[in-house]
């Protein structure tokens, strides 16, 4: 499997470290059921056949978190971005493979 990391174009998955599922938001501590709301985001994920759009690092690179769209049944990737906007130019921070 190849990711195309917008920096650094496509790199084989090997360079990167895989952590998850990109849809989940950390839960506010105040809210009433935050325990409840944490255990769901800590413990719980869904498994997804089909479009996912899961975290990845690319540790072996530019050492970017990218938000990398891939189906779960082909392991196709439809594309990539950057977890969170780089401070410079965010011109290339959508790549398609
Ligand atoms: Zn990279």
Redesign the pocket.
Known sequence: MRIP?P??GL?DAHEFSYLGDATVSRPAPDMPDAQEAFFHYVYLRENPAGAHEELWY?AA??R?WLVVSRDTRTHEISGASFARAPKADASHAEVKP
């Open positions: 990391c920096y650094c790199r690319h690179g530019c970017q």
